[in-house]
């Protein structure tokens, strides 16, 4: 179980700190339909986390039986490949991000104040289903599956690396809704660092991510 956490807590965390879900969950707790909008918005978000992971690994022990050398051979390789993808989209982002001299969001993310409930709960869902998003996924399920852990131990993995996906999410809703005035300028501050330094952040977070699952890659090799 310790070798599981181990090997998805940077996965984890790479996934917290990815700027467009969060900068989704401070502008719809600034938005006049927060009460809304926010909760079914991170109901959407971690079933999609879960179920990113889930079906990856679930997927993964789907695969034929073969040996136990041949399997991390194979977990190696995926590795490499998911690896190098996330280097080259890290630096692909940066690079953009320098050339660019409006630093901005989205566009999209400017429909944010009109979104309802059910339109919320599906953007929670579809955002897992980003490049970067289920490469990290992907990357989550076969760590997991590689590692030896019972159904009791694969179900804790789970829970433990979706609370830490998630809490970027968790945390500014929870503390919205039971602190209101307290969190509304917090949130603006956040917004405004997010929109400036957010890409950049999730960028570099990117690269480095991609470096260490390219070397755990190298070491199942």
Known sequence: MW???GALLPIAVALAVSSVPITVTI????SPNRSKTALPFLIGWVIGVV?????????AQALP????????????????????AL????VVQIRRRSHTS???MPHWLSAVDSFNGPVSFAVGVVLNLRPKGLLLGITAGLALHAA???SAEFAAVVIIYTLIATSTVVVPIV??????????PKLVSARDWISVNGRVLTSAMMFMIGVVIFGAGLTHL
């Open 65 to 84: 039986a073969v040996p136990r050398r041949a399997q991390e051979k194979v977990t190696g390789a995926l590795e490499l490949l998911i690896g190098a």
């Open 27 to 30: 502008l719809l707790l600034l």
């Open 175 to 184: 503390a919205s809704f039971l602190a209101p005035k307290k969190v509304q």
């Open 148 to 150: 030896p852990v019972n």
């Open 3 to 5: 070798q599981a956490l």
């Open 51 to 59: 179920a990113v992971i889930g079906i990856s690994a679930i997927s």
């Open 102 to 104: 409006a630093a901005g």
């Open 87 to 90: 280097i080259v989209l890290g």
